[in-house]
């Protein structure tokens, strides 16, 4: 009997271990919003790139293929990357089969999910009570990251930003006449702005209107909030009118894709924006990047598809797991992210590293 046991015993064992993942082993989950049961689009309709990204189906694809790309470099060293892909739109009862099946799950250790919003805090809730890391790439949310030890957001707080802006040019508080230019609606972003300046008892004025105050030092900074197209090209006419070439302006990323704006706005000699992630595209290493994306799909990679950063994502994080998630000892430099986390009390981990990148001679360079 003792004999039966004993045979029985080293069957059991030898089928954990054959089955167990070694420390060379990770298994990820992606969740991508594919949106499958869609109706199929004609693609003869579309007229570039931009109108592509609109489509549900393929919003999400770039960052797909970057991961492909990412995963690839796994292929040839002594690290096993197993990959699970799910669709994943906003149906809870679809994505609660997806993480009730056991088999599939069982040997999940991290879930990247760059799907929708109103998903996440069933994904994460599952995360936490498995002991599994999950990333969320684009949401602003803090509460997602609160109270979860295991979910690591990529979007930096509004906080960072007057904190960059103050690091960069408040040195002497009274060197400027700082102007939160806004609108009428009450943004979040001017709130952490104004809240911050108070607690640092710098001195701001908040403008609503298009007709900005005349200087009261030598020096403005200018940091506009609105995005209204019609707007935006109404108050950059108001700004090159002034011509004053002392003023500091900062305004929202989005400023730069408006069509209407001229040259005259790109020439302004000091225009900075503020930006989650970014390429600079001098960089031998996106060159790199982009000529193995042409070569591999027949298309350039982009940050409007999310390229470069299903990429980023999927190589830091390999990295990041390989090394017990000490994040000091990731050699992998991402593309277009710059990571410095920041633990939240009880919670997970927040990116607190503001990318701010200035315009000059109509190319974009990064303020470090």
């Given at each position: 009997m003792k004999r039966k046991?004993?045979?029985?015993?080293?069957?059991?064992?030898?089928?954990?271990?054959?089955?167990?993942?070694?420390?060379?082993?990770?298994?990820?989950?992606?969740?991508?919003?594919?949106?499958?049961?869609?109706?199929?689009?004609?693609?003869?309709?579309?007229?570039?790139?931009?109108e592509i990204h609109q489509v549900k189906q393929f919003e999400m694809m770039g960052f797909w293929l970057g991961a492909k790309m990412a995963l690839q470099e796994y292929e040839y060293k002594d690290k096993k990357i197993n990959v699970i892909v799910r669709n994943a739109v906003t149906d809870k009862k679809v994505l609660n089969t997806i993480l009730e099946d056991s088999v599939l799950m069982a040997p999940v250790n991290m879930i990247i999910g760059p799907f929708y919003g109103s998903l996440f805090p069933m994904a994460a809730e599952f995360a936490k009570q498995h002991n599994i890391v999950i990333v969320n790439p684009f949401s602003t949310r803090f509460d997602f990251v609160e109270n979860n030890p295991h979910v690591y957001k990529l979007v930096?707080?509004?906080?960072?930003?007057?904190?960059?802006?103050?690091?960069?040019?408040?040195?002497?508080?009274?060197?400027?006449?700082?102007?939160?230019?806004g609108d009428s609606a009450k943004s979040l972003e001017l709130q952490v702005y104004k809240s911050y300046f108070k607690t640092?008892?710098?001195?701001?004025?908040?403008?609503?209107?298009?007709?900005?105050?005349?200087?009261?030092?030598?020096?403005?900074?200018?940091?506009?909030?609105?995005?209204?197209?019609?707007?935006?090209?109404?108050?950059?006419?108001?700004?090159?009118?002034?011509?004053?070439?002392?003023?500091?302006?900062?305004?929202?990323?989005?400023?730069?894709?408006?069509?209407?704006?001229?040259?005259?706005?790109?020439?302004?000699?000091?225009?900075?924006f503020f930006a989650n992630y970014f390429v600079d595209e001098n960089c031998s290493r996106v060159q790199e990047f982009q000529s193995d994306h042409i070569f591999h799909y027949g298309t350039p990679a982009e940050l409007a598809a999310y390229s470069?950063?299903?990429?980023?994502?999927?190589?830091?994080?390999?990295?990041?797991?390989?090394?017990?998630?000490?994040?000091?000892?990731?050699?992998?430099?991402?593309?277009?992210?710059?990571?410095?986390?920041?633990?939240?009390?009880?919670?997970?981990f927040e990116?607190?590293?503001?990318?701010?990148?200035?315009?000059k001679d109509l190319g974009l360079g990064e303020i470090k």
């Open positions: 046991l004993f045979f029985v015993f080293i069957a059991l064992l030898s089928y954990l271990l054959g089955n167990a993942q070694s420390t060379n082993e990770v298994t990820i989950l992606y969740l991508l919003p594919f949106h499958l049961n869609e109706a199929p689009v004609r693609h003869s309709s579309f007229k570039s790139s931009a930096p707080p509004y906080s960072s930003r007057p904190e960059t802006i103050a690091e960069h040019f408040l040195s002497q508080s009274d060197e400027y006449s700082i102007i939160l230019w640092q008892n710098i001195h701001f004025k908040e403008i609503h209107t298009l007709t900005l105050p005349e200087n009261t030092k030598s020096k403005n900074l200018i940091i506009a909030f609105f995005e209204q197209p019609t707007r935006v090209i109404h108050g950059v006419h108001t700004l090159i009118n002034r011509e004053e070439e002392t003023d500091i302006l900062v305004v929202p990323e989005k400023w730069l894709s408006i069509s209407e704006l001229t040259e005259e706005f790109f020439n302004f000699p000091d225009l900075y470069y950063q299903g990429y980023d994502i999927t190589r830091y994080f390999i990295e990041l797991y390989f090394v017990g998630f000490d994040p000091t000892k990731v050699q992998f430099q991402p593309l277009s992210y710059r990571f410095q986390w920041e633990q939240i009390l009880d919670g997970g990116n607190s590293k503001a990318r701010f990148i200035r315009v």
